[in-house]
């Protein structure tokens, strides 16, 4: 794909408190310690300079450096099972979360509980059945690239509200991010209700 040199600063829709973006990648491991039998899980929640998949004239790319606020004042952030608050396997203010930015992403490690919840986790991954990881943020700052075949809008500050491990990976479109898109085809001055899909998408995550 062509993209122009143009990149545009539009602010982002500011969310209210409880509206969350969620995005997802795979890829998780497990280590046991032979002696103690503790398992630590090691994976990334983001992955960065990665095209997401297509959300209709649009794609999303999390820069390096986008989570480096947060971990700079050591914010507490909890991990969770599928973003569920009442299934906390780690948390970073008791360190048994700890997270870092490398050159690959968001780099997470936790130390599992001795839960019912936790040991069926660890089974799960152990046998294939799960192996997503996924973050909730909202944006702080971002850039829209304008391309001739799509739009990418590049994450370059967020605020990291939590991680998760998830059964079901993907990277999925938030109205936020359709609101944020329509926001920046309207600075360009282009007619974004020409883009059907797009309208249409916006209507939907409207009404849900």
């Given at each position: ?103 690959r992403?968001?780099?997470v ?12 986790l660890?089974?799960?991954i ?53 609101r ?24 939907d995550?409207?009404?849900?």
């Amino acid at each position: 794909m062509k993209i122009k040199t143009n990149q545009i600063q539009v602010r982002d829709f500011k969310p209210a408190a409880d509206e969350v973006e969620i995005r997802q990648f795979t890829g998780i491991e497990l280590r046991k310690d032979e002696k103690t039998n503790a398992i630590t899980l090691r994976g990334y929640a983001a992955v960065f300079n990665s095209e997401s998949q297509d959300f209709g004239g649009w794609r999303e790319v999390i820069e390096p450096g986008a989570f480096k606020a947060d971990l700079d004042l050591k914010k507490d952030v909890r991990a969770m099972i599928g973003h569920d608050s009442g299934r906390i396997i780690g948390r970073s203010k008791s360190n048994t979360l700890r997270m870092s930015e490398d050159e690959r992403g968001l780099a997470v490690e936790i130390n599992l509980p001795d839960t019912t919840d936790a040991r069926d986790l660890a089974a799960n991954i152990s046998a294939g059945n799960i192996d997503g990881m996924s973050f909730g943020f909202r944006t702080r700052s971002a850039i829209w690239e304008e391309g001739e075949e799509y739009d990418i809008r590049h994450l370059n500050d967020v605020e990291l509200l939590e991680v998760s491990v998830v059964a079901f990976p993907a990277y999925p479109a938030t109205s936020i991010g359709v609101r944020s898109h329509t926001d920046f085809l309207n600075t360009k001055g282009k007619n974004c209700r020409t883009d059907e899909p797009l309208r249409r998408r916006l209507l939907d995550l409207r009404q849900s």
